[in-house]
């Protein structure tokens, strides 16, 4: 299945780009997500358990995706 | 309840406007600005960058949220997004009730949850020509 992940702010200047689509096996998590983020170049600059949500909702590692799913890769917010 | 990311200045006192009413006794407002000084360096202009689809809900969320734990409280949020330079209003947020007490605490949920949990950033641009992504859970040397 396709899944969509976007990256933000500091993420995406360290990773160099600000999205990607990913094709993971059926029954894959966010887990699977981050680990294949993990491997990205500048992936080091990450936090190692980074805010993610799917499909624009909180969603916590074990949270089990979708065809077309979005998953988002979120660095520490500062709004306000 | 309107929760909005808006790129044009911000205008508390619209914002009064549409919360007040008749029966509302207490109307506040908390405006948020760029400060010129952060961690000890000068700060020039503060860029805002948002993930706008989760940002919007999140905030009417937020406001949902505090519309339930102080009844009858009305809320509107708008976040500005873009360059912002010192003195720029980043963030408004206006509540009205029929009493004051519920009113500033609705106000203080709204704007304590909105820092925590909505995806908006800041990249702060220095006098020296620097700039860095702003990190509130990186821990200060002391």
């Known amino acids: 299945m396709l899944i969509t992940v976007r990256f933000f702010a500091s993420y995406a200047d360290s990773l160099g780009l600000d999205q990607t689509q990913l094709t993971l096996d059926a029954g894959s998590s966010v887990t699977d997500v981050l ?46 | 309840m309107r929760a909005a990311l808006v790129t044009h200045p911000l205008d508390a006192n619209a914002l009064l ?68 330079e010192v003195g720029d209003a980043s963030i408004a947020i206006a509540a009205a009730h029929a009493h004051r007490g519920a009113a500033l605490d609705a106000l203080r949920y709204a704007i304590d949850e909105i820092k925590h949990r909505v995806p908006v950033w800041k990249r702060e641009l220095y006098a020296d020509g620097s700039q860095s992504w702003v990190d509130p859970t990186r821990v200060m040397p002391t």
Do not use: C
């Open chain 2, 17 to 84: 406007r549409e919360v007040g009413g008749p029966g509302h006794g207490a109307t506040a407002v908390f405006v948020g600005t760029v400060r010129s000084t952060n961690d000890g360096r000068d700060v020039k202009a503060i860029e805002y960058t948002a993930y706008e689809e989760m940002a919007q809900r999140e905030m009417a969320g937020i406001l949902d949220e505090a519309g339930q734990r102080y009844s009858g409280v009305i809320l509107v949020a708008e976040h500005r997004l873009g360059l912002l």
């Open chain 1, 35 to 80: 680990a294949s983020v993990a491997q990205m170049p500048g992936a080091h600059a990450l936090h190692a358990r980074p805010l993610v949500a799917v499909n624009h909702v909180y969603a916590d590692p074990a949270t089990l995706l979708g065809p077309g799913d979005e998953v988002a890769v979120i660095p520490p917010v500062a709004g306000g």
